[in-house]
């Protein structure tokens, strides 16, 4: 087995049952000096003769990749960078200081996954689809505005959306139909069921502080700028949460009642209970205010990540 596989062992059961190919990079330009290297990077360049050789193996040359700038980040990946089977929670810090830490710290996550999964991949920008209060200038920063300009695609190079204005929908309008109502996780395998061999699991709640716009959704919606994981609502608020797939059931279909959002919005779902760490794959109904964490209502405080270039 390849070592961009052993890097990857966490995930290569879901990858190869989904996809079965190893991507080589073999030569590139430096990475853009805000794009933060994941930690356990060591060199992006290197690749072996017996990597190369593999009949499926897609060998990258002078930085040039597979289309691949749109993903879910999965539980495992979660739990593997954050050193704990709870996630990280609220707090997106990961080693981040100062204003601006969350996002920052958040979209190094998103980086380090997307290079475990797709080896050089990580060359490329990644912004996490958060919003917050403070963007690290004292001003508002909204998701919808961090994330370039598109078009993006999941990793086994399907269409998520051509542009902000048209993803700025319920559903994104022109998602590849295998991933509109089931969005792909780095590995490109739908995220309903990120094992295919245990079925589907409850887990569509994903982070983003945002509306129905890709937009703040409110001063108590991003758990202190992803900077906070206690679970005290009180001090921290509740995250906001969109639904990676659709979820009815819940005052009719695609609704949640009177939790001020639509069951079936990829940005903007409901309040989770709250912003400490937790994983709830079992489905047990809407947030519960006695267990507030960031997966209480289903989930395990996945996010979105998006790339700045294809």
Sequence with gaps: MSRAYLRSAIFAAAF????????????????????????DATSLDVATTQDAERPDAVVVVDGELPRFSFFVTSLAALQALSGSAQGFGGDLRYGETGAGAGLRGADRICTAIAERSMPGAGRKQWR??????????????????????????????????????????????????????????EDGVPNHAPDPSMGQVDNHDMLTGSNASGQLYSRTATCLDWTSARGVPATEGRPRVGHSWPRGGMGGPGGMGGMGGSGAHWMSALDEAGCAPGVSLVEMGPPNPSIPTVGSGGGYGG????ALTP
């Excluded at 190869?16 to 930690?39: E, F, H, K, N």
């Excluded at 996490?128 to 598109?150: C, E, K, M, Q």
């Design 16 to 39: 190869l049952s989904a996809c079965g190919t190893t991507v080589i990079q073999v030569r590139g330009d430096a990475p853009q000096p805000d794009a933060a290297p994941p930690p």
């Design 128 to 185: 996490a689809f958060l919003s917050a209060i403070d963007g690290g200038d004292g001003n508002p920063l909204h998701a919808i505005d961090r994330i370039g300009n598109g078009p993006w695609y999941d990793r086994l190079g399907r269409l998520f959306g051509n542009s902000r204005a048209e993803v700025i929908a319920t559903r994104p309008p022109s998602a590849h139909p295998a991933i509109i109502n089931d969005f792909p996780n």
């Design 303 to 306: 996010f979105y990540c998006f």
